[in-house]
């Protein structure tokens, strides 16, 4: 099955904000305002821009996984998109005698299901992750390496660098952080509200603690913040911390 692609560049504007640069001096605009101007975006603390380069602007924005599950016809087999993943996780950590949970458990990090797909994305197997970076130059970078001129269409003119402010978008597109801590604070209510009954919540929890694939399938998107010195922690009063 052929994996869809924008038309031309009206059609892609249908669900972007986009700006279309036509000269090298048009770039370098773009450019010193991502990465120099004091007027743009703040960028130096606590950046909330993340940005992803493409050398193709009719490319539409599938992961991996997708674009095999779309590309196979995967769906023919009887499963579902999040059974594919979960069979990919589940597949990696059982590969060779669990040799991917014992090179995690080697220093002291548990296999979590979102670890294991890291892994994966980065060694070229299908996940369902995006890489994004928050320096504009190395989006810009990818958006141009490898890339070849074939303008059979407007769009095939152009590359495509995206810019996403974590921030306005948090509502579709929350952190993974935001997202542990509202379920934590909706278990929290329950718990709270209901003193008087016995509420098994130790199944949501194990997904939650474990950082299993399950505890975040239900979301359309998230996204994983980039690595901070001290990491995050989470509190479930009397029942739960997480570090």
Same mark, same amino acid.
Request: proline share 3%; aromatic share 14%; net charge negative.
């Given at each position: 099955?052929?994996? +869809? *692609?924008?038309?031309?560049?009206? +059609?892609? =504007?249908?669900?972007?904000?986009?700006?279309?640069? /036509?000269?090298?001096?048009?770039?370098?605009?773009?450019?010193?305002?991502?990465?120099? &101007?004091?007027?743009?975006?703040?960028?130096?603390?606590? =950046?909330? @821009? #993340?940005?992803?380069?493409?050398?193709?602007?009719? !490319?539409?924005?599938?992961? &991996?996984?997708?674009? @095999?599950? #779309?590309? +196979? +016809?995967?769906?023919?087999?009887? &499963? /579902?998109?999040?059974?594919?993943?979960?069979?990919?996780?589940?597949?990696?950590?059982? @590969?060779?005698?669990?040799?991917?949970?014992?090179?995690?458990?080697?220093?002291? !990090?548990?296999?979590?299901?979102?670890?294991?797909? =890291?892994?994966?994305?980065?060694?070229?197997?299908? *996940?369902?992750?995006?890489?994004?970076?928050?320096?504009?130059? &190395?989006?810009?970078?990818?958006? *141009?390496? %490898?890339?070849?001129? /074939?303008? =059979?269409?407007?769009?095939?003119?152009?590359?495509?660098?995206?810019?996403?402010?974590?921030?306005?978008?948090?509502?579709?597109?929350?952190?993974?952080?935001?997202? $542990?801590?509202?379920?934590?604070?909706?278990?929290?209510?329950?718990?709270?509200?209901?003193?008087?009954? /016995?509420?098994?919540?130790?199944?949501?929890?194990?997904? $939650?603690?474990?950082?299993?694939?399950?505890?975040?399938? %239900?979301?359309?998107?998230?996204?994983?913040?980039?690595?901070?010195?001290? %990491?995050?922690?989470?509190?479930?009063? %009397?029942?739960?911390?997480?570090?």
């Amino acid at each position: 099955m052929i994996i +869809e *692609t924008y038309k031309n560049l009206e +059609e892609k =504007s249908n669900f972007f904000d986009c700006i279309t640069i /036509n000269s090298k001096e048009e770039f370098e605009e773009l450019a010193h305002y991502w990465t120099v &101007s004091k007027e743009r975006p703040s960028l130096d603390t606590g =950046s909330k @821009y #993340i940005f992803r380069g493409l050398t193709e602007a009719k !490319h539409k924005l599938f992961n &991996s996984a997708q674009r @095999y599950w #779309i590309g +196979e +016809e995967l769906s023919n087999l009887g &499963s /579902n998109y999040q059974e594919f993943i979960q069979s990919l996780i589940d597949n990696a950590k059982t @590969y060779q005698a669990n040799l991917l949970v014992k090179y995690y458990n080697a220093f002291g !990090h548990p296999a979590y299901d979102l670890s294991i797909l =890291s892994f994966l994305q980065h060694y070229g197997a299908p *996940t369902p992750l995006l890489d994004f970076t928050y320096k504009f130059d &190395s989006a810009a970078f990818f958006a *141009t390496d %490898g890339l070849i001129h /074939n303008p =059979s269409s407007d769009i095939d003119n152009y590359c495509s660098i995206y810019s996403i402010d974590t921030e306005l978008t948090a509502r579709i597109f929350p952190s993974i952080i935001d997202h $542990i801590s509202y379920s934590l604070s909706q278990i929290e209510d329950i718990l709270e509200r209901n003193k008087d009954k /016995n509420i098994d919540t130790s199944n949501v929890l194990e997904n $939650i603690e474990g950082l299993k694939y399950k505890a975040f399938q %239900g979301l359309m998107l998230f996204h994983i913040p980039g690595y901070v010195p001290d %990491g995050y922690s989470f509190e479930l009063k %009397g029942v739960l911390t997480l570090s």
